[in-house]
């Protein structure tokens, strides 16, 4: 299953590979993972995206509280959250495929933001599922390259997670 962490850790050098140590050293893999500086400056947050069972999970949960610079974890429960990741995928694109390039990413409500002679650079941001399904629309034009963020979430409604 996959499960998604946020964690508030004090921002100061050397936290991350903390954290990112304390999954290797259990043998965990980490799907997503993206990291920026909270309202607070003193304060990062890490979203954490993994898959595990139950108990290990668990025991990851348990092992972060422990980490000193940690402030808080928090799991966020499935369907309780928004999550966001950026992508930019860059196609090849003959002239005569070029308008069913620019049609597909307008109909998934991405942004082309460069156009060269042979390829279309597609920028988008949505949930995981969606940008998947985009990347399986542009791969049959010929994807030349992606780059994506990592996943990010906070929850829905009013509460936070915070200091």
Do not use: W
């Not at 400056?41 to 108990?55: K, L, M």
Request: hydrophobic share 45%; with cysteine.
């Amino acid at each position: 299953m996959q499960y998604t962490l946020s964690v508030l850790v004090e921002n100061h050098a050397g936290v991350l590979s903390k954290i990112s140590g304390l999954f290797s050293r259990r043998g965990f893999n980490i799907d997503s993972l993206a990291v920026g500086v909270t309202n607070n400056p003193d304060v990062s947050r890490i979203t954490i995206v993994a898959n595990g069972d139950e108990y290990v999970v668990e025991q990851l949960e348990k092992q972060l509280n422990k980490v000193i610079p940690v402030i808080k974890v928090k799991r966020l429960a499935e369907g309780e959250f928004i999550s966001r990741e950026l992508i930019l995928i860059k196609v090849h694109c003959a002239a005569s495929k070029r308008a069913e390039i620019i049609k597909t990413a307008e109909i998934m409500q991405a942004k082309i933001v460069d156009v060269a002679p042979s390829c279309v650079t597609v920028e988008y941001c949505e949930c995981t599922n969606r940008v998947n399904t985009l990347i399986d629309l542009l791969r049959p034009y010929g994807i030349r390259e992606i780059v994506r963020t990592g996943t990010i979430a906070i929850d829905r409604g009013a509460s936070a997670l915070s200091v």
